[in-house]
Structure formats: structure tokens, C-alpha cells
């Protein structure tokens, strides 16, 4: 079954947390660099790109007023429940086209036609 859909955590997976959470990145403003290439690679091969992590929902807002290459993003405290509570990844499941596939880390869920 081919991977339809990927979905990233924020913290250091897209965003350099690393100084204690830089005022939390500075408030988002320290993404990786290669994270916009890579998101819109991803969306170039035709996957639905997903972002989800345990953040506030003032970070959800600015997330997508970076206007990332992604076509879903969502906060642990805009759904209300957090990682590593089971429904966190039911959400994330839920958000993602396809059906659940094969998980190579607890915070990474692909997803299969």
C-alpha cells in the first residue's frame, strides 16, 4: 500500500527548540531550514502534509500564518488532548487521508490508500 499522507511533530522535528525552547523559538521563528523545501517536496509528490504536536493554541495561529506548505495544522490544546494520550494520535489518524499504516516512531503515523 503506497503512503498518501505524512504528518510531522513541531518540536525539534520542524522547529530548533534546542535553547530551552528559545522563548519557545522565538515565538516560531526558528524553523529548520530545510523544513518549507522539504514540506513542499513532500506536497510535490502528491502526500497530504500534516503537523501536529503539543503545543498552545496561540502557536497553532502562528503555524499557519507562516503559511507552511502543509494542508492541515493542529495543536494539542486546540483538540484538548495532549501526547502521549491515545487520542492524540486518533486525532492525527483521523485528520489524515487513508487509512492508519505502518508507525515508525510514536509520533509519526503514515498513512495507506
Same mark, same amino acid.
Given at each position: 500500500?503506497?503512503?498518501?499522507?505524512?504528518?510531522?511533530?513541531?518540536?525539534?522535528?520542524? *522547529?530548533?527548540?534546542?535553547?530551552? %525552547?528559545? @522563548?519557545?523559538?522565538?515565538?516560531? #521563528?526558528?524553523?529548520? =531550514? /530545510?523544513?518549507?523545501?522539504?514540506?513542499?517536496?513532500?506536497?510535490?509528490?502528491?502526500?497530504?502534509?500534516?503537523?501536529?504536536?503539543?503545543?498552545?493554541?496561540?502557536?497553532?495561529?502562528?503555524?499557519?500564518? *507562516?503559511?507552511?506548505?502543509?494542508? %492541515?495544522? @493542529?495543536?494539542?490544546?486546540?483538540? #484538548?488532548?495532549?501526547? =502521549? /494520550?491515545?487520542?492524540?494520535?486518533?486525532?492525527?489518524?483521523g485528520a489524515a487521508p487513508g487509512s492508519?499504516?505502518?508507525?515508525?516512531?510514536?509520533?509519526?503515523?503514515?498513512?495507506?490508500?
Amino acid at each position: 500500500m503506497p503512503v498518501v499522507s505524512v504528518v510531522f511533530d513541531v518540536g525539534e522535528t520542524l *522547529l530548533d527548540d534546542s535553547r530551552e %525552547f528559545g @522563548a519557545w523559538a522565538d515565538w516560531i #521563528g526558528d524553523l529548520y =531550514p /530545510d523544513v518549507r523545501p522539504a514540506l513542499a517536496a513532500l506536497r510535490a509528490m502528491g502526500l497530504w502534509v500534516g503537523i501536529a504536536g503539543n503545543q498552545t493554541a496561540k502557536a497553532g495561529r502562528i503555524f499557519r500564518e *507562516l503559511r507552511l506548505p502543509a494542508d %492541515f495544522i @493542529a495543536t494539542s490544546a486546540e483538540w #484538548g488532548v495532549a501526547k =502521549p /494520550d491515545p487520542a492524540f494520535f486518533a486525532r492525527v489518524v483521523g485528520a489524515a487521508p487513508g487509512s492508519p499504516g505502518k508507525s515508525s516512531t510514536s509520533a509519526t503515523i503514515a498513512t495507506t490508500t
